[in-house]
């Protein structure tokens, strides 16, 4: 039996999030459909991240077992014919049979987009937080260092998450304002603030609580200094609302 590695992105609008559930399509699911169908097993995929419904990934890690002697790239091309045009695998290769997508990640980096004043562009409106009003990226910043380093984010967790404790560390956040953005090639000439968040590991709706969060302070809502009241108070009531899914990306994955 192999173990096989595979990269894939996607896009997340119309589907439940990456794990399987009892109602609703999902990544894992229509990824575990095509394997079946191309390899007549009922074969079990693990993920590297288990992105929510709406979430966007770029570069998703999975791995799946198989006793299928196809070759990776005949994998990769079989699979993409029997995927939706939103989930295309991009790399298929071999892997050791202990590697784990998930428990072997150094870090995992998301990218937040923040589209003001208006929407110009059919692909922000899918992609983005549409925010019409002037955001002080200066305060952000100053509020997001306060969340890097190895903290309890209960603050930012949402009340269903699964994970056993709430100890993570960020390594990086950063919050910078754009005055256009590319998409497929495009320019779009409409400011943007674009939230980069790096850790080892997150909390279910962790990077999203900390956008609702950072949104807050940037309109003035709270001083940046009282982030670290925020984080210290383990309370999800004093943090901010939960952004949008539309416009978070898994960015990447480090091994």
């Keep these: 039996m192999r173990q096989i590695r595979i990269t894939l992105q996607y896009d997340g609008t119309n589907y439940s999030g990456w794990q399987i559930q009892k109602k609703g399509t999902t990544i894992q699911g229509l990824l575990e459909e095509a394997l079946f169908s ?3 097993e009922q074969l079990r995929i ?3 991240a ?3 419904a709406g979430v966007h990934a770029f570069e998703q890690v999975a791995v799946f077992k198989t ?3 196809l070759e990776p790239p005949v994998l990769l091309r079989a699979l993409n014919a029997h995927l939706t045009h939103d989930i ?3 790399r298929a290769e071999e892997c050791p049979p ?3 997508p998930r428990y072997d990640a150094k870090s995992k980096t998301y990218t937040y987009l923040i589209s003001q004043q208006g929407i110009y562009s059919t692909f922000l409106q899918r992609y983005s937080w549409n925010i019409p009003y002037q955001l002080n990226t200066g305060v952000m910043q100053e509020a997001a260092e ?8 209960s603050s930012f967790r949402a009340s269903k998450c699964s994970s056993k404790h709430p100890v993570r560390t960020v390594s990086s956040l950063e919050v910078s304002r754009l005055s256009s953005v590319e998409f497929i090639s495009f320019v779009f000439n409409t400011p943007v603030v674009k939230i980069t968040i790096q850790a080892n590991a997150f909390l279910r709706h962790m990077a999203r609580n900390i956008v609702g969060t950072l949104v807050d302070i940037g309109k003035g809502k709270h001083h940046p200094t009282m982030m670290k009241g925020i984080l210290g108070s383990k309370d999800r009531r004093q943090a901010g609302r939960t952004a949008p899914a539309r416009g978070l990306f898994l960015e990447r994955i480090e091994y």
């Design 38 to 40: 191309v390899t007549g």
């Design 46 to 48: 693990n993920g590297a």
């Design 50 to 52: 288990r992105t929510d």
């Design 67 to 69: 006793l299928s002697r």
């Design 88 to 90: 295309r695998v991009i």
């Design 98 to 100: 202990d590697f784990h």
């Design 146 to 153: 306060c969340l890097v380093g190895t903290h309890d984010f």
